[in-house]
């Protein structure tokens, strides 16, 4: 996959299925149109090309750090995987904020060669969010492509969308957010040097020290599974500021990997959300939760026994 960042000089010379779209958390419908890319792709023999902002447009126009589902890295990682041939992350610059819809066609399609253009019929897009697929529709013959439109896809009665999936991970409901998504949730981080109790105490830990507008469920104790150079093994994950042992409130994430015992610092790797298993405690000594994190390890074991 080739991966297009930090210009808005691009061009494509081959002809192109393109999607387009925030993509945060690259969830079941986001899933629907790669597919549909991927489908023209080969059928139509263009590449396939997903379009994506380097930051959720609402950042820069209300002015707010929004929470993500996905970093820039995670999306990288989840459209190599699907096999997207190229990845456009689009800096969202005041001139790209004020362009009309038209402009932004006219440029979009030039610019990535764009014969097929497949997004959701809940797409907006250009200044002030004033097109819809309809505007993309209008000017089909003037720029020399055609628009596929698919229906949003439905869990129950409600849409499959960023914010529903965004709404379970803040409950802590980590097998329903992974339904929305068709995957596990997942963190993927460089790993970083702790203060090494866990090794101390018997239960080596990798620590992750994650992007402020990254969402994580809520502090607490999690079924994982972790994913080093190829390799998955079972992990219990913690997330949040360990009381026991630190009084700074700064929230990250611990994770002990089972039957693992090599030195991966420096290394990125992926932690995946299976369950909750419990909410963080503070316990009165390193003692108790050493007992304790024992006790986690067995209950992640049945578990994930259970799922693989």
């Given at each position: 996959?080739?991966?297009?960042?930090?210009?808005l000089?691009?061009?494509?010379?081959?002809?192109?299925?393109?999607?387009?779209?925030?993509?945060?958390?690259l969830?079941?419908?986001?899933?629907?149109?790669?597919?549909t890319?991927?489908?023209?792709?080969r059928n139509?023999?263009?590449?396939?090309?997903?379009?994506?902002?380097?930051?959720?447009?609402r950042?820069?126009?209300?002015?707010i750090?929004?929470?993500?589902?996905?970093?820039n890295e995670e999306?990288?990682?989840?459209f190599?995987?699907?096999?997207?041939?190229?990845l456009?992350?689009?800096p969202?610059t005041?001139e790209?904020m004020?362009m009309?819809?038209?402009v932004?066609?006219?440029w979009?399609?030039?610019?990535l060669n764009m014969k097929?253009v497949?997004?959701?019929?809940?797409f907006?897009?250009?200044?002030?969010?004033?097109?819809?697929?309809?505007?993309?529709q209008?000017?089909?013959?003037e720029?020399?492509?055609?628009?596929?439109?698919?229906?949003k896809?439905?869990?129950s009665?409600?849409?499959?969308?960023?914010?529903?999936?965004?709404?379970?991970?803040?409950?802590g409901n980590?097998?329903?957010?992974?339904?929305?998504?068709?995957?596990?949730y997942?963190?993927?981080?460089e790993?970083?040097h702790?203060k090494?109790?866990?090794r101390?105490?018997?239960?080596p830990?990798i620590?992750?020290i994650?992007p402020?507008?990254?969402?994580?469920?809520?502090n607490?104790v999690?079924v994982?599974?972790?994913?080093?150079?190829?390799c998955?093994?079972?992990?219990?994950?913690?997330v949040?500021?360990k009381?026991t042992?630190?009084?700074e409130n700064?929230?990250?994430?611990?994770t002990?990997?089972d039957?693992?015992?090599?030195?991966i610092?420096?290394?990125?790797?992926?932690?995946?959300f299976i369950?909750?298993i419990?909410?963080?405690?503070k316990?009165?000594?390193?003692?108790?939760?050493?007992?304790?994190?024992l006790?986690?390890?067995?209950?992640?074991?049945?578990c994930?026994?259970n799922?693989t």
């Amino acid at each position: 996959m080739k991966y297009i960042r930090k210009t808005l000089d691009f061009q494509i010379e081959e002809p192109t299925a393109v999607t387009l779209g925030k993509f945060d958390g690259l969830h079941r419908g986001h899933e629907l149109l790669m597919n549909t890319v991927l489908e023209y792709s080969r059928n139509e023999n263009v590449a396939s090309v997903a379009f994506t902002f380097d930051m959720p447009p609402r950042n820069k126009v209300e002015e707010i750090v929004a929470n993500v589902l996905t970093t820039n890295e995670e999306k990288q990682y989840i459209f190599e995987k699907q096999g997207i041939d190229y990845l456009i992350e689009c800096p969202f610059t005041a001139e790209v904020m004020s362009m009309e819809p038209k402009v932004f066609i006219e440029w979009i399609s030039r610019a990535l060669n764009m014969k097929y253009v497949v997004v959701g019929d809940d797409f907006r897009f250009g200044h002030k969010r004033a097109g819809d697929y309809q505007t993309l529709q209008q000017y089909e013959s003037e720029f020399g492509y055609k628009t596929i439109v698919l229906d949003k896809l439905k869990d129950s009665n409600r849409d499959i969308s960023s914010t529903y999936v965004r709404e379970k991970i803040a409950d802590g409901n980590i097998k329903k957010a992974n339904q929305l998504l068709g995957y596990r949730y997942f963190i993927k981080s460089e790993i970083v040097h702790g203060k090494k109790l866990g090794r101390r105490i018997g239960i080596p830990t990798i620590n992750m020290i994650l992007p402020a507008d990254k969402l994580l469920p809520p502090n607490g104790v999690y079924v994982t599974e972790v994913h080093v150079d190829g390799c998955s093994y079972m992990g219990v994950t913690n997330v949040g500021c360990k009381p026991t042992v630190s009084s700074e409130n700064i929230v990250g994430v611990e994770t002990y990997i089972d039957n693992f015992n090599q030195d991966i610092y420096g290394e990125k790797i992926v932690v995946s959300f299976i369950d909750f298993i419990r909410p963080e405690l503070k316990f009165a000594s390193v003692e108790e939760l050493k007992a304790q994190m024992l006790s986690d390890i067995e209950v992640a074991r049945k578990c994930y026994k259970n799922i693989t």
